[in-house]
């Protein structure tokens, strides 16, 4: 049995599809970066770097950054006084947004963002002996003054509360003595009263019996 072959207009396509394949091989392989770089130097060199407090190396170096804004830079060297710097890191038009998006995925090639920061170092001054002795006093005197403890304040005198006096005491007063008892009223005698005294107008005047007239 013999196999139907494909024509040349199919074969025309899936050329054409071939390299379309390719072509979007490519371009996902040259897509475009960006590659930030920052140099720092010193004058003199050979000062040891921390950027962001991270230990890069000593002077003259490169490291590779990926943010843009402030960043902190220090430079230490024995003799020198110590350089701290708040350095700005501007962002460039490019990696605005949108335009990032463009420039980090769309762009082929590679795009350098290289900054380079220079920086002078003063020497250390040196101290007379005598005024860091007078340094180092002061500062003692001031270490013992802070860890004295504070005075209190003077308290206060209250005004003293007098003492509750006790309830008099009541002393039983004696009676008084007995005198000579009045004579009680002797009651009168039963039976009818005389209305008149005797011997009023030579007169006496007798009772009348009971009954009688």
Same mark, same amino acid.
């Given at each position: 049995m013999r196999t139907a072959r494909p024509t040349a207009p199919l074969l025309d396509r899936l050329a054409a599809w071939r390299w379309v394949v390719v072509a979007a091989c490519l371009c996902a392989v @040259? @897509? #475009?970066c960006v590659r930030r770089r920052m140099f %720092?130097?010193?004058? +003199?060199? #050979?000062a040891l770097v921390y950027v962001d407090d991270y230990? %890069? #190396?000593r002077t003259p170096i490169a490291t590779n950054f990926t943010y843009y804004g402030n960043r902190k830079i220090r430079l230490v060297k024995d003799g020198y006084e110590t350089l701290t710097v708040l350095q700005p890191v501007p962002t460039p038009w490019y990696e605005i947004p949108p335009l990032d998006f463009v420039s980090e995925n769309l762009i082929p090639g590679e795009i350098r963002d290289e900054r380079v920061f220079n920086y002078q170092m003063r $020497?250390?001054?040196i101290v007379p002996p005598d005024e860091l002795l007078s340094k180092g006093e002061a500062l003692r005197r001031?270490?013992?003054a802070a860890a004295a403890p504070t005075p209190a304040p003077p @308290?206060? +005198?209250m005004p003293a509360t007098p003492a +509750?006096?006790? $309830?008099p005491s009541r002393v039983p007063q004696p009676l008084p003595a007995p005198g000579p008892s009045a004579p009680s009223p002797t009651p009168p005698a039963a #039976? $009818?009263?005389l209305l008149t005294p005797p011997g009023i107008g030579g007169h006496r005047v007798h009772p009348l019996p009971p009954g009688g007239r």
């Open positions: @040259a @897509a #475009g %720092i130097r010193s004058n +003199p060199p #050979g230990e %890069i #190396g $020497p250390q001054a001031e270490t013992h @308290a206060v +005198p +509750p006096s006790p $309830p #039976g $009818p009263q």
